[in-house]
């Protein structure tokens, strides 16, 4: 347990200190948001990027049912995050609410999650049918 003496001699010693500028990393909350924004958006135009070529395939495939469920996936997906950016609700014209904005961070969660389930899912089954073809060979 340190007492009021301890403590003192805790603050001088620290007061004393040299510090190395070079050890000091200057970066502002702003600059941390943007990097973060970037990793985000980079993130979900690869996934994006994914997505539309599995839509490519399934559409070879004449699996058309699967792959417009992908593209309203992705175009859900790019609608709430506009609305995410701008604070605006789905017509525009009026500020989200707190709550709001709570649903349609969840709301763009789930589509998220299911985007990547289906992009897995196809990936997987992709990948089987390729093993089963060399194998057939």
Do not use: C, F, P, W
């Not at 999650?113 to 049918?129: K, M, N, V, Y």
């Amino acid at each position: 347990m340190k007492d009021a003496i301890d403590k003192r001699n805790d603050r001088e010693r620290i007061a004393r200190s040299i510090v190395k500028r070079s050890n000091i990393i200057y970066t502002s909350r702003e600059e941390l948001e943007h990097r973060a924004n970037e990793e985000k958006h980079q993130k979900m135009q690869e996934e994006r990027e994914v997505a539309e070529e599995v839509v490519r395939k399934l559409k070879e495939e004449e699996n058309q049912k699967m792959a417009m469920q992908i593209q309203r996936l992705l175009a859900d997906r790019e609608m709430l995050e506009r609305q995410l950016e701008t604070g605006m609700d789905a017509s525009g014209k009026h500020r989200m609410s707190g709550v709001t904005q709570e649903r349609v961070e969840a709301i763009l969660s789930e589509k998220s999650r299911q985007l990547e389930e289906i992009i897995a899912a196809h990936s997987a089954s992709s990948g089987e049918d390729s093993a089963a073809h060399g194998e057939e060979s």
